[in-house]
Structures are given as structure tokens and as C-alpha cells.
């Protein structure tokens, strides 16, 4: 159940990420389901190996290519899935933010509900 929670949450998610990042479209809320279950299945399998591969620029960044990372799997995701465009490379890199902290702020407020039951 916590994970067909999370799944709609990172889909509307994305759908917020549109409102907010011009050039980052999703055409339906079907489309945002199934782009949200690719980016996760990416995340899973690519994710890692990409970390690992750019460690040494991750550690001179202190972090923010990491940002990167995530926009290239927005952009392999948006190759897959049709209803899913980014405008340019930027876009992508913008929308790894936004979509960070909207992922970080639903975090934080679930993190607080479950400290307060």
C-alpha cells in the first residue's frame, strides 16, 4: 500500500514540476503514472551505476552533480515515454531541482505526521 502511495505522490509530483518548469510537459495524469514508474525503474537500475561512475565529480561538486545525473534519467525517461517531453538539457537540470524539493518537502511532512502519532 506504501508503495502505490508513494508512486501517485512522485506522479503528482511531476505534475507540479510542469506548473512550475517551463519546456517540462506531461500530457495527462495516465502519462505522470507511467513516467513516474520508469523514472523509478531507472532510479532502481542506472542510478547507481551513474553514481558510481561520476563519483569523482560528485565529490568535487559537493554534491550537485547529482542534479545532473537525475536530469540525464528525466531525459533517458522522456526518450521512453511518449506524452513526456523536456524542452533542452537545462530544462531537465532545473526540473531535478524542483522535483528534489518538492520530494523533500512531502518527506519532511510525512516524516512529521508519523512523529506526531
Known sequence: MRLLAEWI??????????????????DSWLTALVVALVLGI?????KPILVLLTLPATI????????????VL??????????????SFGT???????ISLLSLLVNM???SEEKNS
Do not use: H, W
Open 109 to 111: 511532512v510525512f516524516k
Open 9 to 26: 505522490i512522485k506522479a503528482f509530483i511531476l505534475l507540479i514540476t510542469t506548473r512550475l518548469v517551463p519546456g517540462f510537459t506531461i
Open 74 to 87: 528525466l531525459i533517458l525517461t522522456s526518450k521512453f515515454v511518449t506524452g513526456f517531453q523536456i524542452e
Open 42 to 46: 531507472l532510479n532502481t537500475v542506472l
Open 60 to 71: 568535487l561538486t559537493l554534491g550537485l552533480f547529482m542534479f545532473v545525473i537525475n536530469a
Open 92 to 98: 531537465a537540470i532545473i526540473a531535478s531541482i524542483v
